[in-house]
């Protein structure tokens, strides 16, 4: 995803896409022009770099030219008549090949058949690389089409947002949805995820989905998942990647006008981890940041036993099921550092010091998101 000015922008046509549709453009073009030797002509600014890839490919002699339409000064857009800017050769008996970035409305393209209309050419074709049908208003015919697309702004590869974007090699998209923040909580059982959790959901508005809860609340209300859960649970393994995803979607799809996710106990093995992301692409949306509370394993332990005084978690009781649960997240869990670093995503805060000063480092980490 990319931000341009204060929008949000994600990939839409890779650059690979792109290519495939100018060649395939430019084989069609040269097949159908025989020995004819055609004017391009590019309507700047956005067909600059359509221009350059397709003429650079393009197997026979050629001209080149550009042309500008702008907009007379002091006049409205509604009655908007363009004045043409860079067309200074003879096109007589020529055969004149458009080359648009993209059309829509089919404005544009109406200026220029009227500004060809008294040129005399032989043939005026039109070409454009990029079409959105629901858009187009008027009958003017598209001689060749590299790309239908749906009615969404688009950046890059030429277009611009407000002056941004022209020099991206692919295209964007427009996010329709808002943008959200969404975090990773990770470290080991007991590491304070759940704590930490509480004071971020409030200082930054997102909504806080431990899976260990939905687990408990499920176990609590003995629903057939609280009691397949159960049976993992209690041994300090990890319930079975499937139920566990089944639910973390449910339970994201219960609050779809969130701001953003703390997501705390998931994910906990790669498939979970591949999950989210999938999970987060459909809402438009990624993960920002894991950002790990790093504990050492004697302090976990012990924490967790204090706390199984008053929590009345069975997994919390036992040091047995306690060193299993640890014992999990260096075998199964841990490996989510590497999956979450390699892209830049990884951050660790020391889990050790009073609840305030660790929710502050944590902050930091965040604000600097
Ligand atoms: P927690 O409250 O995060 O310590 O989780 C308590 C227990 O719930 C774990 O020991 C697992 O048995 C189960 N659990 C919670 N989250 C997950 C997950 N993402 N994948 C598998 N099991 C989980």
Redesign the pocket.
């Given at each position: 995803m990319i931000k341009l000015h204060d929008t949000y922008f994600k990939p839409f046509i890779s650059a690979e896409k792109i290519d495939a549709a100018v060649q395939k453009m430019v084989l069609d073009i040269a097949n159908d022009l025989k020995d004819e030797i055609p004017v391009f002509i590019g309507i700047l600014n956005g067909s600059f770099m359509f221009v350059s890839d397709f003429v650079k490919a393009y197997p026979k002699p050629c001209e080149v030219t550009f042309i500008k339409l702008a907009s007379y000064e002091g006049v409205k857009s509604s009655e908007d008549i363009k004045r043409l800017i860079g067309l200074t050769q003879d096109l007589t008996d020529r055969t004149v090949v458009i080359l648009e970035d993209i059309i829509d409305s089919g404005n544009t393209l109406e200026e220029v058949h009227r500004i060809f209309k008294n040129k005399n050419v032989k043939d005026l074709i039109i070409a454009t690389l990029f079409y959105k049908p629901e858009a187009y208003k008027k009958d003017f015919k598209m001689h060749y089409v590299g790309i239908e697309i749906s009615n969404k702004f688009i950046v890059g590869y030429g277009l611009d947002y407000d002056g941004l974007g022209r020099d991206l090699p692919e295209v964007y998209q427009i996010k329709t949805t808002q943008h959200m923040t969404n975090l990773v909580l990770f470290g080991p059982?007991g590491a304070g995820?759940?704590t930490q959790a509480n004071f971020l959901k409030e200082r930054y508005n997102l909504e806080h989905i431990?899976?260990?809860?939905v687990?408990?609340f499920n176990i609590k209300n003995e629903t057939a998942l609280g009691m397949l859960?159960k049976s993992?649970?209690d041994k300090?393994?990890?319930?079975p990647?499937q139920v566990?995803i089944d639910m973390?979607n449910a339970e994201v799809e219960k609050n779809a006008d969130a701001n953003g996710f703390i997501f705390?106990?998931?994910?906990?093995?790669d498939a979970?981890a591949k999950a989210l992301d999938e999970l987060m692409e459909t809402k438009d949306s990624s993960i920002n940041a894991m950002i790990a509370l790093e504990v050492d394993d004697d302090v976990l332990v012990e924490r967790l036993l204090e706390r199984g005084k008053t929590s009345g978690r069975p997994?919390d009781a036992d040091e047995s099921i306690i060193r299993n649960?640890i014992k999990?997240y260096y075998t199964k869990t841990a490996i989510l550092k590497d999956y979450y670093s390699k892209q830049d995503k990884y951050f660790g805060v020391d889990g050790i010091g009073s609840i305030e000063n660790i929710t502050v480092r944590l902050s930091k980490v965040i604000d600097a998101l």
């Open positions: 059982p995820k759940g431990s899976t260990g809860d687990f408990r859960a993992y649970m300090g393994e990890l319930v990647d566990t973390l705390d106990g998931f994910p906990r093995t979970q997994d649960r999990e």
